[in-house]
């Protein structure tokens, strides 16, 4: 029924997505968003890979790989659906992987992985019949010659690098131009700086509680999403639902620098298995860079993450940028050779949330995995632990066709 109440709580990737297919759909959508604009925290600020299982080789079970190979198979034909984007236009370089001194993964156990990982790729994408952002029809993982490893990062840190064909795509420009389409949708109402406090079930329907403009109000619904990130388990918790598990948020910082790049300026460098870093070079567009062990400055295990956006100075964000960068250049030395400024720097952070409340540095944690992600329904009321930035587009189309009875792939 068409004249169904939806809301959706939170205007990030995932809400953003979920509102424009349900309202291309003919549904009137109300999105609720705490902040002044949509899709500028976690989908904004995050490096923009668009996994192929590869990083994920601490899930023996190999769960995670396939359900990152299916939604990055999805990632940009669906992402048409609502906007227009050209996927030669946002793309990085391609990925090398380096398997860090310590890692908690051998060189010989993440060739393993990877091999399993290029033919899984195959096999979905012959059942989806989709290439990879619409441009790559298959995974190539090589691993170079010990004599190479020097061209793309300090063999003192490195035990083995692969060159594969994974890439990252540039999340601020997919920013913009899905907030272009939401704030223009005409059957899309969009409610910026207003913090959703509580849902309340009235039998019939259900109750979104807010504060906006300082005064607290409430809206009737017939369904409601909840898709925010960092208040998702405390706007459960008011509708009697717990998490499945034990959880963790954290705050981590992506750093950009804003200098346009030759492809052999920088490689995109993800550094594994464990705590710590990558880089990606995304041509004209400039550079992400993060180290983990400096970067990660959150952890928080209560049901909402603290306001950690407002806690730094913007001192304090550049201290963890230099710390952050002097570490990394050290396993991947042409970061020493990039000229930049003060204000080509963007030392911004986001929040993860995620289930596991061991940290990366542990062969248990299980922060190693995303594969138990997606929607849990309790009657009218959905909600969404989005996973990864890479399944959005997947997962938002899932759920429209669960909400509405209609599968439209």
């Known amino acids: 029924m068409k004249d169904k109440r939806i809301a959706i709580l939170g205007a990030g990737g995932l809400g953003v997505c979920t509102a424009l297919e349900l309202a291309n759909r003919g549904y009137t959508v109300d999105v609720y968003e705490e902040n002044s604009a949509p899709v500028k925290k976690a989908s904004y600020v995050q490096e923009g890979k668009i996994h192929l299982g590869l990083i994920y080789a601490m899930d023996r079970d190999f769960h995670t790989a396939k359900e990152m190979i299916n939604g990055a198979l999805h990632f940009i034909s669906y992402l048409k659906r609502w906007i227009e984007i050209n996927p030669e236009d946002i793309i990085s370089t391609p990925f090398y992987y380096g398997v860090h001194t310590g890692s908690l993964m051998s060189p010989e156990e993440v060739s393993v992985h990877y091999q399993r990982c290029s033919d899984y790729f195959a096999e979905a994408r012959k059942h989806f019949k989709k290439d990879y952002l619409n441009l790559f029809e298959s995974l190539e993982v090589s691993k170079l010659a010990n004599s190479q490893i020097g061209d793309i990062a300090n063999p003192e840190y490195m035990s083995a690098v692969f060159q594969t064909t994974e890439y990252a795509v540039e999340p601020r420009i997919i920013s ?3 907030t272009e389409a939401i704030v223009s949708h005409p059957n899309v109402n969009l409610f910026l700086n207003t913090k959703v406090t509580a849902v309340s079930d009235q039998g019939n ?121 002097a570490k990394i250049a050290l396993r991947i030395p042409k970061l020493n050779k990039l000229k930049f400024e003060t204000k080509d720097i963007s030392p911004v952070g986001g929040v993860i949330y995620a289930h596991g409340n061991k940290d990366v540095d542990s062969a248990e944690s299980k922060l190693h995995t995303r594969f138990e992600v997606g929607m849990r329904s309790f009657g009218n009321y959905h909600t969404v632990n989005t996973g990864k930035y890479t399944i959005i587009p997947l997962l938002a189309v899932t759920i429209a066709n669960q909400i509405t009875g209609k599968n439209l792939n």
């Open 176 to 178: 913009k131009k899905l």
């Open 205 to 325: 329907s259900l109750k979104v509680h807010f504060i906006r403009d300082s005064k607290v109000d409430s809206e009737s619904y017939s369904e409601v999403i909840n898709a925010t990130w960092n208040g998702l388990l405390a706007i459960d918790k008011t509708m009697g639902i717990e998490p499945p598990q034990k959880w963790s948020h954290r705050y981590k910082f992506g750093n950009k620098i804003f200098i346009p790049l030759k492809p052999d300026d920088l490689p995109s460098l993800t550094i594994v298995q464990g705590p710590f870093g990558d880089t990606v070079n995304f041509r004209d567009r400039g550079l992400f860079m993060s180290w983990y062990p400096v970067g990660r400055t959150g952890w928080s295990e209560d049901y909402r993450a603290p306001e950690w956006d407002t806690q730094y100075s913007e001192e304090e964000r550049m201290e963890v940028f230099e710390q952050s960068l």
